[in-house]
Every structure is written in structure tokens, then in C-alpha cells.
């Protein structure tokens, strides 16, 4: 669930639940439209709430350095953030 895979999946499914919830416009509907924030909320942030139940951290940054994953710094594939240098003329 830490790897850019299980992120993904994690925002897809919450997502899902969130306008398939939406989309029945009951109070059940409602309450899967608000446990589907969770899934989407916890992908977007790197959080895995079940590591702590395994052992590992709640970052999945912690998780995947301490499984020895590569480090994924951004969601999409092949887009990972550059520090950008300052420099005064």
C-alpha cells in the first residue's frame, strides 16, 4: 500500500466510493461518499494507516526506505520534483 501502485489504488477506489455515494443521493449513500474520503485523503498523503498494525511507520516514505523500495518521490511515473537551485546576479 506504500508503493506509488498501492497509492493509486487507494485514490481510485476512494474516489469511487465518493461519487458512486454521491450519485445515490441517500443518507447510506452519503456515509460511503464520506468513508471514501479516506482511501483518497491517505493516497494523496503518502499515510498508510495500517503500517503501524505491521510494524512500519505511517509514512509510506519511512515504510518503503525501511523495506528498501526505491524512493518514489512523486505520483506519477517518470515526474519526480527536481530541486531547483537559486542563484542572485
Given at each position: 500500500m506504500a508503493s506509488r501502485t498501492g497509492r493509486w489504488l487507494r485514490i481510485v477506489t476512494g474516489s469511487c466510493m465518493v461519487?458512486?455515494?454521491?450519485?445515490?443521493?441517500?443518507?447510506?449513500g452519503t456515509a460511503v461518499a464520506l468513508l471514501g474520503l479516506g482511501p483518497v485523503v491517505t493516497g494523496l498523503l503518502d499515510v498508510v494507516p495500517l503500517g503501524?498494525?505491521?510494524?512500519?511507520?505511517?509514512r509510506g516514505e519511512d515504510i518503503r526506505r525501511e523495506l528498501?523500495?526505491?524512493?518514489?518521490?512523486?505520483?506519477?511515473?517518470?515526474?519526480?520534483?527536481?530541486?531547483?537551485?537559486?542563484?542572485l546576479h
Open positions: 461519487l458512486g455515494g454521491l450519485r445515490a443521493g441517500s443518507s447510506r503501524p498494525l505491521f510494524g512500519f511507520s505511517l528498501g523500495l526505491p524512493r518514489e518521490a512523486s505520483l506519477l511515473n517518470g515526474h519526480h520534483r527536481r530541486p531547483q537551485s537559486v542563484t
